[in-house]
């Protein structure tokens, strides 16, 4: 008979977890060891725990899998609250296994080492940031709770938590049977798509706006030609960036109110027909609309039911009402031509001079160098990295668009390398390169070769926007291409756009070995997108004049 920790993992590599990122601790010990005799998952171990929890994380989001992030009691656990957080609001599917004291441990009266309050103190505080938990702590009972956490995990598209006690990982114990995804009422799917389409048809400026639970739930091509079925433009959210990138559908852009593109806010916030599939109702997707959309009168179809108005449909899958919307919609007339917006037109041709680097000159750079290459799969990092990842082409994007976390840039980048096997690319600012940039030192051993620029103007500049009086939002220059050999990379410093491209092509050039650009910029050079952004969130953040 198997060991609790080998239908463990097997129940993880059944229910899509490719990879488990980790770092090891006294009481993970014991299952650490089963993960790397058995192989039947590969442990990638990182340098702290944050960095584990954004790798899976990203891992979680580009592959539709599990992500899987394996850590030990208390003081690691207790690291990866933010990170674990994130991902809860941002809907990805993150597994948290926690190694913790033995079930006679427990028993003996002491205070124990890594306890917080209670030996239960972490589990309860998993419990705010988690959808299902289960401490594995006998293994009559283990296959059960394993099957019920993996099953939430997917249908639910949130993170899970996984304890178990370090004297349980070798006990004998029956595999996992796993359980069949949630289904909605097979009707009431039929008649929200009935409505949903009688709604449509009736509208004059139909509309598309699509979130991130189509990636999460892997419905990308049935969304792309559910929009060429209905012949309406599509958008994404700015959480959505990156959405459709490899389908063929007629894609106008991201939805950024004020601070997007004049043309694709027109279309989401001028129809009258506005059927949204798996968005969140975020700040971010929408405390910039000029116009502000009228959530009552929209459809959405998100967090399992489907909103019509004040019509709700509860229970039901956004998988199964994108199915049923697909066998109900009619194609057009084939003497009706498809509606094709145009798509977002990127900036290209930088000019490689002796003048100084601005956020579009990065744009620009990337976009050339993916006309030249082909594209990248992007991790960025929030700030002003991400808003300028707006204007480079649309492509796979990993992000913390809603929950806006910093540091996520680097290790997320480390999660796509060894979720995919691709080259990524990172964008990150110095602020955030900080805390988790030096997991880059882990690349040459695992043969990741990530290109990372470095958006370097010494200051938090993305805060300074929101309240610029303030010195505290200056940091000190640190020279992070220098470092870059140390951790087994190459470094470049660009302060003129002749640098910048020619970093860029010694960065592919080389593929053996990641490379970090360090970009040199002014404070107080920040992005278009971001300065009108932030315009628009401060000013719908003041309170009401009074009259």
């Known amino acids: 008979m198997p060991t609790l920790s080998e239908v463990l993992l097997t129940a993880l590599k059944d229910h899509g977890a490719r990879e488990i990122f980790g770092i090891p601790g006294d009481f993970a010990l014991p299952f650490f060891r089963y993960i790397e005799s058995t192989g039947i998952l590969p442990l990638h171990c990182l340098s702290h725990e944050p960095g584990v929890g ?19 009691y208390g003081a690691g656990a207790f690291n990866m609250v933010n990170p674990v957080a994130g991902a809860y609001s941002e809907k990805s599917p993150l597994v948290v296994i926690s190694g913790a004291p033995g079930k006679g441990e427990k028993g003996r009266g002491l205070l124990l080492h890594h306890q917080a309050k209670t030996i239960e103190s972490q589990q309860r505080v998993f419990e705010e940031i988690t959808c299902a938990q289960a401490i594995l702590d006998d293994v009559r009972t283990a ?40 289904r909605g009422d097979p009707g ?28 999460r739930y892997d419905i990308e091509e049935e969304v792309a030609q559910l929009a060429r079925r209905l012949n309406i433009p599509v958008a994404t959210t700015f959480m959505g960036r990156g959405l459709l990138a490899e389908a063929d559908a ?163 980048g480390i999660g796509l390398a060894a979720a995919t096997g691709r080259r990524p690319l990172i964008l ?26 470095v958006f370097n103007n010494a200051s938090w500049e993305m805060l300074r926007t929101f309240q610029p009086e303030g010195s505290y939002n200056n940091l000190a220059e640190w020279r992070f291409a220098d470092i870059a050999q140390a951790l087994g990379g190459c470094g470049h410093r ?28 002014e404070r107080g050079a ?12 401060k000013g719908s953040n003041q309170p009401p004049r009074e009259n």
Request: aromatic share 6%.
């Open 526 to 537: 920040i992005s278009d997108t971001l300065s009108r952004f932030v315009a628009t969130i």
């Open 54 to 72: 954004f790798a899976a994380d990203a891992a979680a989001r580009i592959h539709k899998g599990l992500g899987v992030a394996c850590v030990t």
């Open 428 to 453: 990150v600012g110095d602020g955030a390169f900080q805390m988790t940039g030096w997991e880059l030192g882990n690349c040459l051993a695992n043969g990741w070769a990530p290109v990372v620029i």
């Open 250 to 412: 007629p894609l106008v852009g991201v939805y950024m109110g004020m601070a997007g593109k004049p043309d694709v806010s027109e279309i989401i916030e001028e129809s009258d027909g506005l059927l949204m599939l798996g968005v969140i109702l975020s700040d971010t997707n929408f405390g910039v609309s000029g116009r502000r959309i009228d959530l009552r009168h929209a459809m959405l179809a998100a967090d399992g039911e489907v909103s019509l108005g004040y019509h709700k449909y509860p229970a039901l899958p956004l998988a199964d009402v994108v199915a049923e919307l697909l066998a109900q919609a009619e194609p057009p007339p084939a003497a009706e031509a498809l509606r094709r917006p145009q798509r977002q037109v990127c900036p290209t041709g930088l000019d490689a001079d002796d003048a100084a680097v601005g956020p579009m000159d990065i744009a620009r750079a990337v976009n050339d160098l993916f006309a030249a290459s082909g594209p990248m799969p992007i991790a960025s990092d929030m700030g002003d990295c991400l808003f300028t990842a707006m204007d480079i082409v649309n492509t796979a994007l990993v992000a913390p668009g809603y929950y806006a976390t910093m540091g996520f840039g680097v290790p997320a």
């Open 143 to 182: 296959p059960r709770e394993i099957a019920r956490v993996l099953r939430a995990c997917l249908d639910e598209s949130r993170p899970v938590y996984i304890e178990i006690p370090r004297d349980m990982v070798a006990e004998p114990c029956e595999p996992v049977q796993p359980l069949p995804p949630r």
């Open 494 to 521: 660009a302060a003129a756009r002749r640098e910048l491209k020619a970093a860029l092509d010694a960065a592919m050039a080389d593929e053996a070995r990641f490379h970090l650009i360090e970009v040199m910029l």
């Open 188 to 215: 009431a799917a039929r008649a929200a798509a009935a409505e949903i389409l009688d709604r449509l048809k009736e509208a004059k400026k139909p509309a598309l706006l699509i979130g991130v639970e189509v990636r």
